[in-house]
């Protein structure tokens, strides 16, 4: 629904990773006041990487750092940057930078420092603040009239400020708190353990017997770099219907195993699955889900084995939209765009422009997508998984704020990309067919690539 009034707000921006950084432009193209929180010193979120190992892990018992970017050394694209960029900023290769088509993440900072610079970003963030608390003001005026504080400490000064804001929107995506799953004997166990937040290189495991736990991007990921290093790695996932990549992988490696979820841990360094069977390991590492540990919504919003909820259409808490938003919560997407998608419906709604259905409207929207996913067997933890349902999701945004559709170029070069990765899940990033370059050239010409007179150097 559309309106013709159009109102400026105070907002605070939580993160200056991707989701931020386009949240913010986006934002103030509606003409509002925008502040940006960073942690860390500089932009990026995720993708400022640190390889600093100091601090203490997840566990709270052995060395690893407490950073905020989960990003590993080796760790690259899993989609061709084509399709990656945003709308009006393609991703384009630079001389004597990372050219390959699925680059590195120092490629993709630099990408992201690029945009901040073209935009004029920097003048919104406030870099080396941490937030750490953000709450309702007037717990009775929920909806558009809710305000909200938000208390943040400068970590070279330890001076810390509460401000008042109209509206929150969370950018910190799901990345930078880990959650450690709920194992018997996880506290006990008394050999190497880490959360995947936490991992920078496979040097560390030489010759152990390595326990992964979670098949997603990271823990395939990590399984695969593990494989010419470590003794023996076992993949423990919730379910060993995986994808025919990741099975072609594990039938290619002998020291590559998959096994079904941890029962439990013993403190001799036996890994007990709930199959009966059991190894004895060296070393356990989670790539498991994360939480929001600074936000305190009176439990109107909660993280449930990994289902941040309830939202609607995964980015607007019905009982405190518009004030309070997420970006990046979906999983399986093409990130830079559909942050973008989401951020243009966002401030649009924030500036009056257009507005969202009622809050029973909302609520039985989620019912209906929670129903469907139960009666289909998706596990809680695949709530915000989209995969194939991106481009639906992306095309519904883009009807919200009245944007212009995804390019079909984008969707054929991911559809392509699956594909290549169904054949080997090991290569596909380094090989590229003849009929796939011509979709790029296809992609090329489009005005995503020559807008801003942007090219491939």
Same mark, same amino acid.
């Given at each position: 629904?559309?309106?013709?009034?159009?109102?400026?707000?105070?907002?605070?921006?939580?993160?200056?990773?991707?989701?931020?950084?386009?949240?913010?432009?986006?934002?103030?193209?509606?003409?509002?006041?925008?502040?940006?929180?960073?942690?860390?010193?500089?932009?990026?979120?995720?993708?400022?990487?640190?390889?600093?190992?100091?601090?203490?892990?997840?566990?709270?018992?052995?060395?690893?750092?407490?950073?905020?970017?989960?990003?590993?050394?080796?760790?690259?694209?899993?989609?061709?940057?084509?399709?990656?960029?945003?709308?009006?900023?393609?991703?384009?290769?630079?001389?004597?930078?990372?050219?390959?088509?699925?680059?590195?993440?120092?490629?993709?900072?630099?990408?992201?420092?690029?945009?901040?610079?073209?935009?004029?970003?920097?003048?919104?963030?406030?870099?080396?603040?941490?937030?750490?608390?953000?709450?309702?003001?007037?717990?009775?005026?929920?909806?558009?009239?809710?305000?909200?504080?938000?208390?943040?400490?400068?970590?070279?000064?330890?001076?810390?400020?509460?401000?008042?804001?109209?509206?929150?929107?969370?950018?910190?995506?799901?990345?930078?708190?880990?959650?450690?799953?709920?194992?018997?004997?996880?506290?006990?166990?008394?050999?190497?353990?880490?959360?995947?937040?936490?991992? #920078? +290189?496979?040097? &560390? =495991?030489?010759?152990?017997?390595?326990?992964?736990?979670?098949? *997603?991007? @990271?823990?395939?990921? $990590?399984?695969?770099?593990?494989?010419?290093?470590?003794?023996?790695?076992?993949?423990?996932?919730?379910?060993?219907?995986?994808?025919?990549?990741?099975?072609?992988?594990?039938?290619?490696?002998?020291?590559?195993?998959?096994?079904?979820?941890?029962?439990?841990?013993?403190?001799?360094?036996?890994?007990?699955?709930?199959?009966?069977?059991?190894?004895?390991?060296?070393?356990?590492?989670?790539?498991?889900?994360?939480?929001?540990?600074?936000?305190?919504?009176?439990?109107?919003?909660?993280?449930?084995?990994? #289902? +941040?909820?309830? &939202? =609607?259409?995964?980015?607007?808490?019905?009982?405190?939209?518009? *004030?309070? @938003?997420?970006?990046? $919560?979906?999983?399986?997407?093409?990130?830079?765009?559909?942050?973008?998608?989401?951020?243009?419906?966002?401030?649009?709604?924030?500036?009056?422009?257009?507005?969202?259905?009622?809050?029973?409207?909302?609520?039985?929207?989620?019912?209906?997508?929670?129903?469907?996913?139960?009666?289909?067997?998706?596990?809680?933890?695949?709530?915000?998984?989209?995969?194939?349902?991106?481009?639906?999701?992306?095309?519904?945004?883009?009807?919200?704020?009245?944007?212009?559709?995804?390019?079909?170029?984008?969707?054929?070069?991911?559809?392509?990309?699956?594909?290549?990765?169904?054949?080997?899940?090991?290569?596909?990033?380094?090989?590229?067919?003849?009929?796939?370059?011509?979709?790029?050239?296809?992609?090329?010409?489009?005005?995503?690539?020559?807008?801003?007179?942007?090219?491939?150097?």
């Amino acid at each position: 629904m559309v309106s013709e009034k159009v109102q400026s707000k105070s907002i605070c921006v939580i993160g200056a990773g991707a989701s931020g950084l386009v949240g913010a432009r986006e934002l103030r193209k509606e003409g509002h006041h925008v502040v940006v929180l960073e942690q860390n010193h500089d932009i990026g979120g995720q993708w400022l990487y640190d390889p600093k190992v100091e601090g203490e892990d997840p566990l709270g018992k052995n060395t690893f750092p407490k950073v905020h970017s989960s990003v590993y050394a080796s760790l690259r694209l899993m989609s061709p940057r084509e399709i990656m960029g945003f709308t009006d900023f393609p991703f384009v290769t630079k001389k004597e930078r990372d050219r390959r088509r699925f680059p590195g993440h120092k490629e993709v900072f630099l990408y992201l420092n690029d945009f901040c610079e073209w935009f004029g970003l920097r003048d919104m963030i406030r870099f080396n603040t941490r937030v750490e608390h953000v709450g309702m003001i007037d717990y009775a005026k929920l909806g558009s009239d809710l305000r909200w504080i938000v208390r943040s400490r400068d970590s070279k000064s330890e001076k810390v400020v509460e401000e008042v804001f109209d509206a929150v929107i969370v950018a910190t995506g799901h990345y930078s708190c880990p959650k450690l799953p709920s194992i018997k004997g996880i506290d006990s166990w008394r050999r190497k353990q880490m959360h995947s937040h936490t991992y #920078r +290189v496979p040097e &560390l =495991f030489q010759n152990e017997v390595v326990v992964v736990v979670g098949n *997603s991007y @990271s823990g395939t990921d $990590i399984s695969m770099e593990l494989v010419d290093v470590a003794k023996e790695i076992y993949l423990s996932a919730k379910s060993l219907d995986v994808t025919e990549g990741l099975s072609k992988v594990i039938s290619k490696h002998e020291n590559l195993h998959l096994r079904p979820q941890i029962e439990s841990l013993s403190e001799d360094g036996r890994v007990l699955f709930i199959d009966g069977s059991s190894i004895i390991a060296d070393s356990v590492i989670y790539c498991t889900g994360y939480s929001f540990p600074f936000l305190d919504t009176k439990g109107m919003v909660v993280v449930d084995d990994g #289902r +941040v909820g309830p &939202l =609607f259409e995964h980015t607007f808490p019905p009982s405190l939209a518009p *004030s309070l @938003s997420f970006i990046g $919560i979906p999983q399986k997407i093409l990130g830079f765009p559909f942050y973008e998608s989401q951020a243009k419906w966002i401030a649009q709604l924030l500036s009056g422009k257009t507005t969202l259905p009622s809050w029973h409207e909302m609520m039985q929207s989620i019912t209906e997508l929670y129903h469907s996913q139960e009666e289909a067997g998706v596990p809680k933890h695949h709530t915000h998984v989209l995969g194939r349902d991106f481009f639906e999701y992306a095309r519904k945004y883009g009807d919200y704020s009245g944007s212009p559709q995804l390019e079909e170029w984008r969707k054929d070069l991911c559809f392509s990309m699956i594909r290549n990765s169904l054949v080997n899940l090991e290569t596909y990033r380094d090989v590229w067919e003849d009929g796939d370059e011509e979709m790029l050239q296809m992609a090329y010409q489009s005005p995503h690539f020559t807008q801003f007179g942007l090219h491939n150097e």
